[in-house]
């Protein structure tokens, strides 16, 4: 089954960005999963079970380094990337 999920990330620190650029680095690692980034959040979408371990993986990460952070995070059960067509302009 693939997913989509939109996530936004609020690390409660002064030095925002780093830690935010390195949780997108570190999700764009997967070459398995397509990322889709804009400046309000970032989109995933792929395989479910890779997505979720890669999301508990990258947020543990995160709340160990820095505890008072929020994601926001939404799941819809398909793939929009590919089901609102994007994909295809995308691969091209």
């Avoid at 390195?22 to 979408?45: C, G, M, P, R, Y």
């Amino acid at each position: 089954m693939e997913i989509s999920v939109d996530i936004s990330m609020y690390p409660l620190q002064e030095e925002f960005r780093k830690p935010i650029l390195a949780f997108i680095n570190a999700i764009e690692n997967e070459t398995s999963i397509d990322v889709v980034k804009n400046d309000l959040s970032t989109q995933i979408h792929g395989d479910y079970n890779i997505i979720m371990k890669l999301l508990e993986k990258e947020m543990f990460s995160v709340f160990a380094q820095i505890p008072d952070s929020i994601f926001v995070l939404k799941f819809v059960g398909n793939n929009r990337l590919k089901k609102d067509g994007i994909y295809k302009e995308k691969r091209d």
